[in-house]
T-cell receptor, first 118, second 115 residues
């Protein structure tokens, strides 16, 4: 299957700082990338959908000013957690796919990024 | 709203024994259903999917799942578990009928395999 990478795999930051997480599709062009958040012992929660060259679409309850998403190319999307606080500590996962004729193909998932905010 | 329930948080199976992981969904229309496996340090991997047609779906790594509309279930099975199957398993339902879009995941079942 297609490969998706995330960088960094883990990050620790101080409260109030911003953190950027990268998601790259390594061997295919991703028209669409998804960002999820996973709490311990809980399921993945979709945060937002980002389409290349467009503004991201955020799920209800997700603060778009807190979680900035940029999808500037067909192989890279970034999630920036602005002014991070301890409650933002979580496991962030991205996935990538392509859309053809309005149909979403299989999502390929990155390995995730563990964010710890002190 | 669509939802997915995986009632078992942990399951321990002896190597070589059969496995069944339960999944129940709530969705108004014909659902798109998925099973994923998550191993430490790796991204979620799709095991199998059901969109329509035959209700018994074959997947990778010897897994299969059966869609039962009357029970709103999509249980995952494997006849003989290997130690390498130890991982976290997630059932998911698609919120739209446009393929792999708007996935809603269950809380996962952690599979432990004993020797």
């Amino acid at each position: 299957g297609a490969v998706v990478s995330q960088h960094p795999s883990w990050v620790i930051c101080k409260s109030g700082t911003s953190v950027k997480i990268e998601c790259r599709s390594l061997d295919f062009q991703a028209t669409t990338m998804f960002w999820y958040r996973q709490f311990p012992k809980q399921s993945l929660m979709l945060m937002a959908t980002s389409n290349e060259g467009s503004k991201a679409t955020y799920e209800q309850g997700v603060e778009k000013d807190k979680f900035l998403i940029n999808h500037a190319s067909l192989t890279l999307s970034t999630l920036t957690v602005t002014s991070a606080h301890p409650e933002d500590s979580s496991f962030y996962i991205c996935s990538a796919t392509w859309v053809a004729g309005g149909y979403y193909n299989e999502q390929f998932f990155g390995p995730g990024t563990r964010l710890t905010v002190l | 709203a669509q939802s997915v329930t995986q009632p078992d948080i942990h399951i321990t199976v002896s190597e070589g024994a059969s496995l069944e992981l339960r999944c129940n969904y709530s969705y108004g229309a014909t659902p798109y259903l998925f099973w994923y496996v998550q191993s430490p340090g790796q991204g979620l991997q799709l095991l199998l999917k059901y969109f329509s047609g035959d209700t018994l779906v074959q997947g990778i790594k010897g897994f299969e799942a059966e869609f039962k509309r009357s029970q709103s279930s999509f249980n995952l099975r494997k006849p003989s578990v290997h130690w390498s199957d130890a991982a976290e398993y997630f059932c998911a339902v698609g919120r739209t009928n446009t393929g792999f879009q708007k996935l809603v995941f269950g809380t996962g079942t952690r599979l432990l395999v004993s020797p």
